[in-house]
Structure formats: C-alpha cells, structure tokens
Nanobody, 121 residues
C-alpha cells in the first residue's frame, strides 16, 4: 500500500504563513504528478496546486502569487508554502499523488487524510 501523511496545518492570523508537507511512504517505484486540494465546510473539494515529476506547476487563480508548491523527489515529499493567508483559505488541505508501485505497474491515485488550516484573528 501507499500512505500519504500531511502535516504543518494550524491556526494562523490573516496575512500569516504556513508550510504544509505531505510524505509518501510504502511500496513506491515512481511518483508522477502530486497535488494539493482543499475542502471547506459545506463546499466541494477544490484544486489548489499541482506539480509534475519534472517540476511543472499549476495553481488555482485564487492562490497564484501567494502559494508555492514544490517537491523533494528523493524524499517522496510534497510541500505547499502558503503566504499572505486569507480567511477564505481556511479548509482541510489534502494531498494526492499518482504512484506506480512497480516498473510495469499502472499509476494509481492515492489521497492523504488532510490537515486543517484555520485563518483567523
């Protein structure tokens, strides 16, 4: 199996910063794209940012210029640096990864459990 574990969430004041991490473990041969999503109470899950294995990134318009996604392929870890946080950024942040578990194995998408981000004064 493959496990994704997020960390780094918490309470921050508007304008503050947080850095989220997502560590992948288990039987992993290769990780292709990885991403961060978020879900606020009563709302649908939405894409925040994605990154390919080569480092190409994509961001939701609402976070462009404030959030930065990155990854450490050697550590199978994904990051999200969040700056200039706004109350509307508050949500559970969830990571995902497209993983091949063997050289000939097909890619499967795995999801973490999420980490809570609260933005409030």
């Amino acid at each position: 199996q493959v496990q994704l574990v997020e960390s780094g969430g918490g309470l921050v004041q508007p304008g503050g910063s947080l850095r989220l991490s997502c560590a992948a473990s288990g039987i992993i041969f290769r990780i292709n794209a990885m991403g961060w999503y978020r879900q606020a109470p009563g709302k649908q899950r939405e894409l925040v940012a994605t990154i390919t294995s080569g480092g190409s990134t994509n961001y939701a318009d609402s976070v462009k210029g404030r959030f930065t996604i990155s990854r450490d392929n050697a550590k199978n870890t994904l990051y999200l640096q969040m700056n200039s946080l706004k109350p509307e950024d508050a949500a559970v942040y969830i990571c995902n990864a497209d993983v091949a578990r063997s050289p000939a194995g097909r890619l499967a998408t795995y999801w973490g459990q999420g980490t809570q981000v609260t933005v409030s004064s």
